[in-house]
């Protein structure tokens, strides 16, 4: 079996609203073994972008345990986070907000390698820079060219380019590819791929866009309303999902062939709020198997065998 | 990752590549949009005659600042004298350009010491919020609820009349309302994803402050400087006005004012030059402002 390079236990991030706790990640469990790329999808508002930035400590994480490579990261303090983060780095989703718009981009791709101060000489710098420019497929020429010059894709490019600069171990991915056209989509994503076969990166791929995932993941994991429900990889869970809303997820996605339909499975209702959740299965009001046990006891991941994880009572009988 | 189509490498094919030919900083479109405003040029033309003159005063007063000459007193605007001479037989021109050298520097160095520590105070506030917000922000509201001239006055009351002092209190009396603007454009900005971005990659705080969301709040804070400067010359000649500032015989336009105010129905151009001098230069500056807000932020205008 392949090292576990992170592995996340019991993870709870609570926000304090006026109207109550908001649980936006609720005792998430996975793990993401080395250089593999490990999908978190689910629809917007269930907690993936927070579960993500939890796991780097961008938030504060209200109760759990975050390893990398078996060291739990929650106990470090700032000065050893700092050293930290040069292993574990963020692609945001947005290109247009997450690179200042007062630096060039040598600036930005040179401001990880400055803070760290991994080179003493500034020519030494600089041709890392090119360097990595050059990875992500920037041309020279663009050094000196603000963000606001360039379109999404090559943005996105910057943001890869500075996450990379301080040769990372994991990067985790927050919908990188969302804010881009689907032409675009297909660069970024192949450049993503050629990256993790070239440094051997591992990536968390956060994402709602299933075909995406489809085309990236090694294992998905999906999450619903603050918690995982499925975890498995990518073929078997898209031949036999086995939890109810994998299932209802999965029917969603158009067949490519005429001729063909898929029986749809139609969720009723909407996701419930988030905030001061009940007991038991949040899935409960919408699931068309649902029985008592579902509203009287929270279902917690089960082991199906052949690394496959479902949080359902009835997983495997539906 | 899985299946992957071998013909895309992720590198782009150069020739789609475009990119304006001009290389522009922001600044530089900043100038390109202010240029297009007459209003603020005429304002950016007052400011540098004036800056112009308080440099080169020395070769542009014809007289010194103190040149008394008792045979000529009340001279009216001549072919000699410009804009004649005042009780003491000084010549007016030449004490008004004189004069804008300490108006400018009250007016720049106040404005300094106010932004410098009004924005930090606001900054600090606006980036860790709660408690420290708080306490700083309502030492803020008791400032700002004493009227500033009023502040002032106490101020050089208890320091005692000199120009560094006017600076002084010049500054701290318009010190709030630098720290609330900051602290507003810190609140919008520190949310923002390259904020988050600069933490990623394990900058401190004091590095996202000063290299990440200062310059991207720079825009109001240069519109309030501007719009300062002309409140501090003004706050600067009030206070000589009432004999609290510069002492004579420096020739500050407000104590000018106030010494020719006595003769002002026999000898109207004592009092009316330094005075129309202060109009001129708050409202270059105004204009300047002005031009400068709706430059900064192409939003605001249609």
């Not at chain 1, 073994?33 to 999808?41: A, R």
């Amino acid at each position: 079996m392949a090292k576990k390079l992170i592995e996340v236990k019991n993870l709870k991030k609570y926000f304090e609203t006026k109207r109550g706790l908001l649980h936006a990640v609720d005792g998430v469990n996975f793990y993401i073994n080395e250089g593999e790329t490990l999908g978190l999808v689910g629809e917007s508002g269930c907690g993936k972008s927070t579960t993500g930035r939890v796991v780097l400590r961008l938030l504060e994480a209200t109760d759990g345990e975050i390893f990398f490579e078996g060291k739990n990261i929650l106990d470090y303090s700032k000065q050893q986070m700092r050293e930290m983060r040069r292993q574990m780095q963020i692609v945001f989703q947005d290109p247009f907000a997450s690179l200042n718009p007062r630096m060039s981009v040598a600036q930005i791709i040179a401001e990880p390698l400055e803070i760290n101060k991994v080179y003493s000489s500034k020519a030494e710098m600089n041709k890392k820079v090119k360097e990595l420019m050059d990875t992500v497929g920037l041309a020279e020429r663009l050094v000196n060219v603000y963000p606001h010059e360039l379109d999404g894709g090559r943005r996105q490019r910057i943001g890869i380019a500075r996450a990379l600069a301080l040769n990372p171990k994991f990067i985790v991915q927050d919908e990188p590819v969302s804010a881009l056209d689907v032409s675009i989509q297909a660069q970024i994503l192949n450049l993503m791929d050629r990256l993790q076969k070239e440094l051997g990166l591992t990536y968390l791929f956060i994402s709602h866009d299933l075909s995406v995932v489809k085309h990236v993941s090694d294992r998905i994991a999906v999450m619903y309303l603050g918690k995982v429900v499925e975890l498995s990889d990518y073929k078997s869970m898209f031949k036999s999902p086995l939890h109810p809303y994998t299932q209802a997820l999965l029917s969603a996605i158009p067949v490519p062939e005429i001729g063909v339909k898929r029986e749809r499975i139609i969720l009723e209702g909407d996701v419930p709020s988030p905030i001061n959740p009940p007991e038991g299965c949040r899935f409960y009001g919408r699931c068309r198997h649902r029985q008592d046990i579902c509203k009287q006891q929270t279902p917690q991941l089960k082991d199906m065998g052949n690394e496959r994880y479902v949080a359902c009572h009835f997983a495997g009988n539906l | 990752m899985a299946n992957v189509n071998p013909a895309m490498d992720g590198k782009i094919p150069q020739a789609d590549v475009k990119i304006a030919k001009k290389k522009r900083s922001q600044w530089f479109e900043v100038w390109l949009r202010l240029k297009k405003s007459k209003a603020a040029m005429v304002g950016l033309a007052i400011i540098v005659i004036l800056i112009f003159s308080a440099i080169f005063a020395d070769f542009i007063a014809p007289e010194g600042i103190d040149d008394q000459d008792l045979d000529r007193r009340f001279v009216s605007p001549s072919a000699e004298h410009f804009m004649g001479t005042d009780h003491l037989g000084r010549d007016i021109f030449s004490r008004i350009v004189y004069g804008s050298r300490i108006s400018l520097q009250v007016g720049f160095i106040a404005v300094g010491i106010a932004a410098l520590a009004g924005g930090s105070l606001g900054a600090i506030a606006g980036y860790y919020g709660g408690k420290l917000d708080n306490g700083i922000m309502r030492a803020m509201d008791i400032l700002l609820a004493i009227p500033s001239i009023l502040l002032a006055i106490s101020i050089v009351a208890a320091l005692g009349p000199s120009l560094a002092n006017v600076m002084i209190a010049v500054g701290i009396s318009s010190m709030p309302s630098y720290a609330r603007i900051v602290r507003a454009s810190v609140l919008t900005i520190k949310d923002q994803e390259f904020v988050e971005a600069a933490k990623a990659i394990g900058a401190n705080d004091l590095r996202i402050i000063i290299k990440h969301i200062l310059p991207n709040a720079m825009a109001p804070i240069i519109v309030q400087a501007t719009l300062g400067v002309a409140g501090a010359i003004l706050s600067a000649a009030g206070l000589s006005f009432i004999g609290l500032g510069i002492q004579p015989p420096n020739p500050e336009w407000g104590s000018m004012l106030a010494s020719g105010r006595h003769y002002i129905r026999d000898y109207w151009h004592i009092a009316t030059f330094p005075g129309l001098t202060i109009m001129i230069t708050i409202f270059g500056l105004n204009l300047l402002g002005d031009g400068l807000r709706d430059a900064l932020d192409p939003r605001l205008k249609n």
